[in-house]
C-alpha cells in the first residue's frame, strides 16, 4: 500500500501567484481531509470530502482557497492568489469509513510564499 | 462543540524517564480516541486508537494509553523513552460527526 501521496513536497512561491496542491488519498477510502499545520495555529481542517462530495468546508479560510475532488482518487486544493500567510505545511488524509474512522496523512506539502 | 486539551506545550526529559501526556476532551458520548506522533519534518503517524473494549490501549514503539471516561481522559504513556521519541504528540477526539486535534505537546529527550 503507497499511503497517502502528495505533490509536489515542497513549492515556493511568490505573492499573488496561484498554487495548486494535489493529493491522492488511499486506494478504497471514501473520505479525504486537507489540513493546514502552522506554529502559530497548530493544525486545522480546512475541508473534508466524503464520496468525493465537500461535506464541510467551514475551515477554508476564504475565497482565495478552494478543493475539488473530481473523482475517488485525486484532489486538489488550490490557492489563488496566495498570500506571504498562506506558508505552512498542508496535509491531506484519508479514512475509510467516513469522520469515524482511522485517518493516514500524507508526507504533507511546504509551502513558503514569498 | 468538542474540544480537546493536552496538558503541557513542551516537556523535557532525559532518556529512560517515564513518560505522561495529559489529553482531556469534552464531550459527554461515545467517543474514539486516537494519539498520532508527528517526528521533526514529518508527517502525521497513527500511534494507538481505542474504540471500544479494554480501555487501556497498547500502541507501537512501546506507547499505551488509557482511557478514563469518569475523567474524559485519554492520557499517552511510556515507561521509558528515548532519543529517538523526540517528536510532536497530538491527542485527537472524534464522536461521530466531528474529528478533533489537540494542539500538541512537543516531546524532547535529552541524550
Known amino acids: 500500500d503507497a499511503g497517502v501521496i502528495q505533490s509536489p513536497r515542497h513549492e515556493v512561491t511568490e505573492m499573488g501567484q496561484e498554487v495548486t496542491l494535489r493529493c491522492k488519498p488511499i486506494?478504497?477510502?471514501?473520505?479525504l481531509f486537507w489540513y493546514r499545520q502552522t506554529m502559530m495555529r497548530g493544525l486545522e481542517l480546512l475541508i473534508y470530502?466524503?464520496?468525493?462530495?465537500?461535506?464541510?468546508d467551514s475551515g477554508m479560510p476564504e475565497d482565495r482557497f478552494s478543493a475539488k475532488m473530481p473523482n475517488a482518487s485525486f484532489s486538489t486544493l488550490k490557492i489563488q492568489p496566495s498570500e506571504p500567510r498562506d506558508s505552512a505545511v498542508y496535509f491531506c488524509?484519508?479514512?475509510?469509513?467516513?469522520?469515524?474512522?482511522?485517518?493516514?496523512f500524507g508526507p504533507g506539502t511546504r509551502l513558503l510564499v514569498l | 462543540a468538542q474540544s480537546v486539551s493536552q496538558h503541557n506545550h513542551h516537556v523535557i526529559l532525559s532518556e529512560a524517564a517515564s513518560l505522561e501526556l495529559g489529553c482531556n476532551y469534552s464531550?459527554?458520548?461515545?467517543?474514539?480516541l486516537f494519539w498520532y506522533v508527528q517526528y521533526p519534518g514529518q508527517h502525521l503517524q497513527l500511534l494507538l486508537k481505542?474504540?471500544?473494549?479494554?480501555?487501556l490501549v497498547k500502541g507501537i514503539k512501546g506507547f499505551e494509553a488509557e482511557f478514563i471516561k469518569s475523567k474524559f481522559s485519554f492520557n499517552l504513556r511510556k515507561p521509558s523513552v528515548q532519543w529517538s521519541d523526540t517528536a510532536e504528540y497530538f491527542c485527537?477526539?472524534?464522536?461521530?460527526?466531528?474529528?478533533?486535534f489537540g494542539p500538541g505537546t512537543r516531546l524532547s529527550v535529552l541524550p
Open positions: 464531550y459527554g458520548g461515545t467517543v474514539n
Open positions: 470530502f466524503n464520496n468525493n462530495v465537500p461535506i464541510d
Open positions: 488524509a484519508s479514512s475509510p469509513s467516513g469522520r469515524g474512522g482511522t485517518q493516514y
Open positions: 485527537a477526539v472524534n464522536d461521530g460527526q466531528n474529528f478533533v
Open positions: 481505542y474504540f471500544s473494549g479494554d480501555p
Open positions: 486506494s478504497g477510502h471514501n473520505s
